[in-house]
T-cell receptor, first 112, second 113 residues
Framework: SQKIEQNSEALNIQEGKTATLTCNYT??????LQWYRQDPGRGPVFLLL?????KEKRKERLKVTFDTTLKQSLFHITASQPADSATYLC???????????FGKGTSLLVTP | DAGVIQSPRHEVTEMGQEVTLRCKPI?????LFWYRQTMMRGLELLIY????????DSGMPEDRFSAKMPNASFSTLKIQPSEPRDSAVYFC???????????FGQGTRLTVV
């Protein structure tokens, strides 16, 4: 089955800097990859989807890259703000293409 | 739309008791997913439905777990009998189709004592 790896250690950065989170996967290459944000006590919220034929996707201060050769996605938040503090989850479709499997997430803390 | 609605938000029960978690997906969504989240294992997919039909229940940990979707607007996840190791946050999510974003409910925090 697909193994999805995200940095287990929390990422602490200063406000205004760029945060970069990593998602690595093994085995098959998915047709698409998604990123979600999760705040304490709440369900994950969708942020971005990137397809295998897309190298990069942007949405406001967010940027996602997808390298199918390296089997890796990078998630960037530019000009980070304390309100960006949350856990960020990477998700890949399973082999059936019906459902999403999630990484364990990386906790981001942006300090003023 | 009110989003995916789960009930109850919190459930505390004694070991051996039956627990039923409920989910109302977003109207018009034809895929429904049940996940379980713990610190140790993260977000695990338990089962998913497409057009009310269970597609894959290989993530259901044991026969004590069962899920139903009697119609497009309602699904249940039942644990009978419950055990302390079932303590977790259970999420329901829905989506319009494959290859699209999933919308999650607020989750049910289950504590089995």
């Amino acid at each position: 089955s697909q193994k999805i790896e995200q940095n287990s250690e929390a990422l602490n950065i200063q406000e205004g800097k760029t945060a970069t989170l990593t998602c690595n996967y093994t085995n098959y290459s998915p047709a698409y990859l998604q990123w979600y944000r999760q705040d304490p006590g709440r369900g994950p919220v969708f942020l971005l989807l990137i397809r295998e034929n897309e190298k990069e996707k942007r949405k406001e201060r967010l940027k996602v890259t997808f390298d199918t050769t390296l089997k890796q996605s990078l998630f960037h938040i530019t000009a980070s703000q304390p309100a960006d503090s949350a856990t960020y989850l990477c998700a890949l479709e399973d082999q059936s293409g019906y459902a999403l499997n999630f990484g364990k997430g990386t906790s981001l803390l942006v300090t003023p | 739309d009110a989003g995916v609605i789960q009930s109850p938000r919190h459930e505390v029960t004694e070991m051996g008791q039956e627990v039923t978690l409920r989910c109302k997906p977003i109207s018009g969504h034809n895929s429904l997913f049940w996940y379980r989240q713990t610190m140790m294992r993260g977000l695990e997919l338990l089962i998913y439905f497409n057009n009310n039909v269970p597609i894959d229940d290989s993530g259901m940990p044991e026969d004590r777990f069962s899920a139903k979707m009697p119609n497009a607007s309602f699904s249940t996840l039942k644990i009978q009998p419950s055990e302390p190791r079932d303590s977790a946050v259970y999420f329901c999510a829905s989506s319009t189709d494959m290859n699209t974003e999933a919308f999650f409910g607020q989750g049910t925090r289950l504590t089995v004592v």
